[in-house]
């Protein structure tokens, strides 16, 4: 809402943004370092392909210093940011992209949703099975086949909202700033999301 107080980072976040008004590109640049990984974790499980990922995040980070100016700054500048982000993901979507293999066991691993994917690498990946029993590295493969197809026929929003909520560990109420819709609905998006899983992989897994 935007007569809450910003936490003590939304609030760096806002004197980044003044400056930035300001003429500082420095500024930018530090915001810029600040959510890099996490806007291009975000972009990467929209569009499943890691260059096309950095192409998203670039433009994502260009719209956003375009229209700085716009950014209310009682709100949370990552909320704005990821908003840009996703629409640009979508964007690229609409524009003939295709979803290509995406780990979705890297995507709703303990260490994503608690939110620290970006620290432990901006690729996500999961680890390497070569350490791994053969048997079971195929029939991880083969969930992990199953449940992407299952997420790539999602609607566009449904997938977003299970990417931001899973990925980035945010809250309904941060997903709903991000979608530009109330907290219920994307809680609602995200039950209906989950319904759409059930459904594909009954009987299937």
């Known amino acids: 809402m935007p007569g809450r107080k910003l936490s003590r980072d939304g609030r760096?976040?806002?004197r980044l943004v003044k400056?930035?008004?300001q003429g500082d590109i420095e500024a930018f640049s530090t915001l810029v370092s600040k959510y890099q990984d996490s806007l291009y974790n975000v972009a990467y499980r929209m569009v499943g392909d890691r260059e096309e990922a950095r192409d998203v995040a670039q433009e994502a980070f260009i719209k956003a210093y375009k229209g700085i100016e716009t950014f209310d700054s009682r709100m949370p500048f990552r909320s704005w940011l990821y908003r840009i982000g996703k629409n640009t993901a979508i964007d690229h979507l609409r524009r003939g992209a295709?979803?290509?293999d995406v780990s979705i066991d890297a995507a709703f691993s303990p260490n994503v949703r608690e939110g620290r994917a970006a620290a432990s690498g901006?690729?996500?990946e999961p680890p390497d099975p070569a350490a791994d029993n053969p048997e079971d590295v195929t029939v991880t493969?083969?969930?992990?086949?199953?449940?992407?197809?299952?997420v790539d026929r999602l609607p566009e929003n449904y997938r977003a909202v299970i990417v931001?909520?899973?990925?980035?560990?945010?809250?309904?109420?941060?997903?709903?700033?991000?979608m530009g819709v109330p907290r219920n609905t994307a809680k609602t998006w995200a039950h209906r999301a989950r319904g759409m899983l059930c459904e594909a992989l009954e009987g299937v897994m």
């Open 98 to 100: 295709k979803a290509k």
């Open 12 to 14: 760096e976040d806002a």
């Open 141 to 150: 493969r083969e969930v992990q086949e199953i449940v992407r197809r299952a």
């Open 122 to 124: 901006v690729e996500a």
């Open 19 to 21: 400056s930035c008004r």
């Open 164 to 178: 931001l909520h899973h990925l980035e560990g945010m809250t309904f109420g941060e997903v709903g700033k991000v």
